[in-house]
């Protein structure tokens, strides 16, 4: 014969025996959160059983509880009236929780998406129009390299000076062109002048118009910079995205 018990701390519902209670004076230790109890203290009918008589028969078995000093701790059973509401409410909160992640996922990396995912681009730019975002070509700047580069006065005209520079995408799917930072310097390494060098400087409008940095490949650009004026010694160029 078994009766119903409550744990106080995570309110888990679970049966216990006669044999169990007389075994250790009703105490037990809940098998879903571990906190140990007095089980005669929350006890009530199983409603599928008779009621429990008014004295515990010794001890026979201790198959359905965990009773505290006993060398096996068999498990408690779980039968149909349990209650298992914070284990749903976990689960519920854990799927919404990873569903959010997803979600910012998604939109954190929607270029990159449309990129390797074709067919997902159509069903992303939609989305899109609706919260007010676009589908930009994947930006990872990790997977850009300046190969190369250089700073000499022209020539020609003894106040311009001439950057060219390599420009590598080491990533094997295609991505937005970057901005770049050229810092001049003087011989003490002080920065003296600095200038953000966008796409549109130094990408021609036919690479523009094109789908962006071809995967694999290499650019070489040249930019006339009127600085020479300043004197710079030296210069130092970085790659980023805004």
């Known amino acids: 014969m078994s009766m119903l018990t409550r744990c106080p701390n995570c309110g888990t519902t ?10 250790r004076e009703g105490r037990v230790r ?16 199983d409603p599928v059983t008779r ?8 001890p026979t078995s201790g198959s ?9 701790s068999p498990t408690f059973d779980f039968g149909p009236h349990a209650l298992r509401a914070p ?8 799927f919404l929780l990873l569903l959010v992640l997803l979600i910012q996922g998604a939109y954190r990396y929607r270029g990159e998406i449309a990129v390797l995912v074709p067919d997902a681009k159509p069903l992303l730019e939609r989305v899109c129009v609706e919260v007010g975002c676009d589908v930009p070509l994947p930006r990872r700047a990790e997977l850009l390299s300046i190969e190369s580069s250089d700073l ?3 020539g020609s005209h003894p106040s311009v000076m001439v950057l060219t520079a390599t420009l590598r995408n080491r990533a094997a799917f295609v991505q937005a062109f970057p901005a770049l930072e050229l810092s ?13 060098l966008t796409p549109r400087d130094y990408v021609s409008p036919p690479e523009r118009s094109d789908a962006g940095f071809a995967p694999g490949s290499e650019i070489q650009i040249r930019v006339y910079i009127e600085a020479a004026a300043l ?9 980023f995205y805004a």
């Open 14 to 23: 679970f049966r216990v025996t006669e044999q169990q209670l007389g075994a």
């Open 30 to 45: 809940c098998g879903r959160c571990d906190t140990q109890f007095d089980a005669n203290s929350t006890l009530s009918a």
């Open 51 to 58: 009621p429990l008589r008014d004295k515990p028969t010794p």
């Open 64 to 72: 359905m509880a965990v009773l505290l000093g006993t060398e096996r």
């Open 87 to 94: 284990s749903r409410l976990w689960w519920v909160g854990a």
């Open 152 to 154: 000499q006065a022209d």
């Open 184 to 196: 001049l310097t003087s011989a003490e390494g002080q920065t003296v002048a600095r200038r953000v």
């Open 231 to 239: 004197k710079p010694t030296g210069y130092r160029l970085y790659l």
